[in-house]
């Protein structure tokens, strides 16, 4: 096992730490420290430099960004707009660009889908438990953190993008 790997490991393992530390912030906070997100980012670079671009070119990596932080900018100021107030914190939009480093377009595109897909499935979640506290149930105005969701659709391109190369 060459050096560089073992590096490429490490990075790979504190950036699943830091994503796991994002969720948890966000869950209390609502809010997704810079000081966690640009390191979870900059891993990312480092990571590919150290695979020699095995998994990513550095223009996928460009493309990644762009997708992953373009698509949730766009989503941010057309509901911001809609809804005349913050529909989508800019750390979830911080958090999809570094992830697209990291995933490439295609991949960054599917963690933020799944990512969606398990916010909604926590919004149910949530709806649930106020209708059991309250009595009634209501999806409307309520208010849960993205990041965990999007984390979870990270963590799940992780594990089928690169963990399986580590394997090899």
Same mark, same amino acid.
């Given at each position: 096992?060459?050096?560089?790997?073992?590096?490429?490991?490490?990075?790979?393992?504190?950036?699943?730490?830091?994503?796991?530390?994002?969720?948890?912030?966000?869950?209390?906070?609502?809010?997704?420290?810079?000081?966690?997100?640009?390191?979870?980012?900059?891993?990312?670079?480092?990571?590919?430099?150290?695979?020699?671009?095995?998994?990513?070119?550095?223009?996928?990596?460009?493309?990644?960004?762009? +997708? $992953?932080?373009?698509?949730?900018? !766009? &989503?941010?100021? #057309?509901? @911001?707009? %809609?809804?005349?107030?913050?529909?989508?914190?800019?750390?979830?939009?911080?958090?999809?660009?570094?992830?697209?480093?990291?995933?490439?377009?295609?991949?960054?595109?599917?963690?933020?889908?799944?990512?969606? +897909? $398990?916010?909604?499935?926590?919004? !149910? &979640?949530?709806? #649930?438990? @106020?209708? %059991?506290?309250?009595?009634?149930?209501?999806?409307?105005?309520?208010?849960?953190?993205?990041?965990?969701?999007?984390?979870?659709?990270?963590?799940?391109?992780?594990?089928?993008?690169?963990?399986?190369?580590?394997?090899?």
């Amino acid at each position: 096992m060459s050096g560089l790997f073992l590096l490429a490991f490490f990075a790979f393992l504190v950036a699943i730490i830091l994503l796991v530390i994002l969720a948890v912030i966000d869950m209390r906070t609502m809010l997704l420290p810079n000081k966690y997100v640009f390191p979870f980012g900059a891993l990312g670079i480092v990571f590919h430099l150290l695979t020699s671009f095995y998994f990513l070119t550095p223009a996928d990596m460009a493309l990644g960004f762009l +997708a $992953g932080y373009g698509v949730l900018w !766009i &989503i941010r100021f #057309f509901g @911001n707009w %809609y809804y005349k107030t913050d529909s989508l914190g800019l750390g979830d939009v911080k958090l999809l660009g570094a992830a697209g480093l990291w995933l490439g377009p295609v991949n960054v595109t599917l963690a933020m889908t799944l990512g969606a +897909a $398990g916010g909604l499935l926590h919004g !149910i &979640i949530v709806a #649930f438990i @106020n209708k %059991y506290r309250t009595g009634v149930f209501s999806l409307r105005r309520l208010k849960i953190p993205a990041g965990p969701g999007f984390v979870f659709g990270i963590l799940v391109m992780f594990f089928t993008f690169i963990f399986p190369e580590f394997l090899k």
